[in-house]
């Protein structure tokens, strides 16, 4: 099968519509580089104004303080690729809270999405646990009006309302979407079959 957007892979399931907190699941067969296999948070789902949202489970390869140098941590923090919006401007979702950390928004179940820098800079800087706690973020995604609501109507993406912490804060970039995946039922179990470079298979 040369073709590997044929419609064995594109179902036609009506999606929910999505709001903070959600997560959108690409379907396997999305071509662009950016979000190829992605699982992205939605932030603003509001889609009179467009939607911004972050991708979750691509690691760059780089960590904080390749782009803080400053920062006063010796723990290697890694960083992810948000999306291809603002990739000079870093992000953060976290389970501490608006208690530690001022002005966080809610996105999920205990899950928060940015608030005071300076808090979360302390807290680095006191050697507090990173992992499964706070994620930083590079770049955002982000839809002009009605642009998310043509792609979901094209079945670009599937979406999953029940915020999920172990989703939005775990480690892996293709084993978070596979799981991500998984959570749909055996009707989406075609999606796992397609491997992740289809030329190797």
Do not use: C
């Not at 044929?6 to 662009?32: C, M, W, Y």
């Not at 800079?121 to 646990?129: I, M």
């Amino acid at each position: 099968m040369n073709d590997w957007d044929q419609d064995i892979f594109h179902l036609n399931d009506e999606q929910p519509q999505p709001v903070r907190g959600s997560l959108l699941v690409a379907k396997p067969t999305v071509g662009d580089f950016f979000f190829k296999r992605s699982l992205v948070l939605m932030v603003d789902a509001d889609e009179g104004d467009g939607a911004m949202g972050v991708m979750v489970n691509h690691y760059m390869g780089y960590n904080l303080r390749d782009i803080l140098p400053d920062i006063e941590s010796t723990e290697e923090i890694p960083l992810f690729l948000g999306g291809p919006v603002g990739t000079q401007m870093l992000f953060y979702v976290h389970t501490l809270g608006p208690e530690v950390i001022p002005e966080a928004i809610g996105v999920g179940d205990n899950v928060w999405f940015g608030g005071d820098f300076e808090a979360i800079k302390r807290y680095v800087e006191l050697g507090a646990p990173i992992e499964g706690r706070i994620k930083f973020i590079v770049g955002y995604s982000g839809w002009g009006k009605d642009q998310l609501a043509s792609e979901l109507e094209r079945h670009d993406w599937a979406v999953l309302n029940q915020g999920d912490r172990q989703l939005i804060m775990g480690d892996g970039d293709d084993d978070l979407w596979r799981e991500a995946v998984s959570r749909f039922g055996s009707r989406y179990r075609l999606w796992l079959s397609l491997p992740n470079d289809p030329t190797n298979n």
